[in-house]
């Protein structure tokens, strides 16, 4: 018989897990994927069923890196009250040989991170030169890890959030040390802004193409339905649309499907050099979360924690 999976919790996770670390194995990752060679990375568009509002399945394989994990989420809508955030996740390492699962991780740190760590290289990649104002719409967990990332690699002169409501926007700014300029509607967040992440619940646009300004980034995280959107058309048929993923953005992305805009690359695409980063361009990251970004998130974790269970 297998021993017993070893169980990993939140704040194990935290300590472990480090952007430093984390981002050039997501840009080493990104990059495999992009090159569809199925012995570094096999990731198929996450299996996704209603009934629950959303039950997802995200599994990966990666040969060469020895890597056999799956995440299982839920993103449900957050009732007044309750103390759990909408998305629920934990991620699954499994003995690539024998399939038995060997760690039972939990997710929430890792999908913040690994969803902000991707942002921030698409804004490495696609922000425009000398980029000062950085604007956040939304103000949950995914607007808390962005930030984190965002003002550890780079520096911004301001940066601006706009929430559903001016509580919630103060309540985040609090949280960030005051150093965030709480603004009034979306469109006061991010006239003028070099650099804007989405990361809301929206289901209908929030950040239209008229306010932006010619050559911004904009890393686009939430909207993850067909039928969601988070971006306007003026914006999706303007812009270059780069992806994480095409596939999963044809599939899942109610801002590419319903605009009929096309994905020009993935990340991993400008990574390989394949694709050109059209920095000089407004340009969107439509993000929608890949399971090969847990994977490598997690066995970071895992290594670690297993160096350090070791020792003692
Ligand atoms: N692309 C990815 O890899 C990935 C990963 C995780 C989460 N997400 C998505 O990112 C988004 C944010 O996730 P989170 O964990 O921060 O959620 P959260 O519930 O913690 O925060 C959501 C934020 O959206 C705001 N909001 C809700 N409805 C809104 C509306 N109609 N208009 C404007 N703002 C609204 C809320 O006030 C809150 O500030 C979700 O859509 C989630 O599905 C994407
Ligand atoms: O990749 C993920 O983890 C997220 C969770 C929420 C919905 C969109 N995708």
Redesign the pocket.
Known sequence: MAAAPVVISQDEVRSLLRYRDLIPRLEDALAKFSRRDSADVIQPVRSTSDPIQYFGLMPTYMENDGVLCTKVLC?YK?QAGSAL???QSTVLILDPEYGNVQAVIDGEVI?GMR?AA?SAISAKLLMPARAEVLAIL??????RSHYSVFTEIFTFKEVRVW??TRA?AERFSDWAGGAVRVCGSAEEAVRGADVIVT??????P?LLGQWIKPGAHVAA????RPDWRELDDALMKEAVVYADSKEGAKAESGDIILSGAEVFAELGDILNGTSPAHREKTTVFK???MGLEDAVSAKLVFDRWRAKNSQT
Not at 138 to 143: L, P
Not at 199 to 204: G, K, L, N, P
Not at 221 to 224: I, K, N, P, Q, T
């Open positions: 993103f957050r955030p909408s998305v999908t969803t991707a939304g103000s949950g967990h995914q607007a929430s559903q919630s990361v809301t619940r929206a289901t209908e929030v995280v939430g909207a993850c993000s929608l979360g």
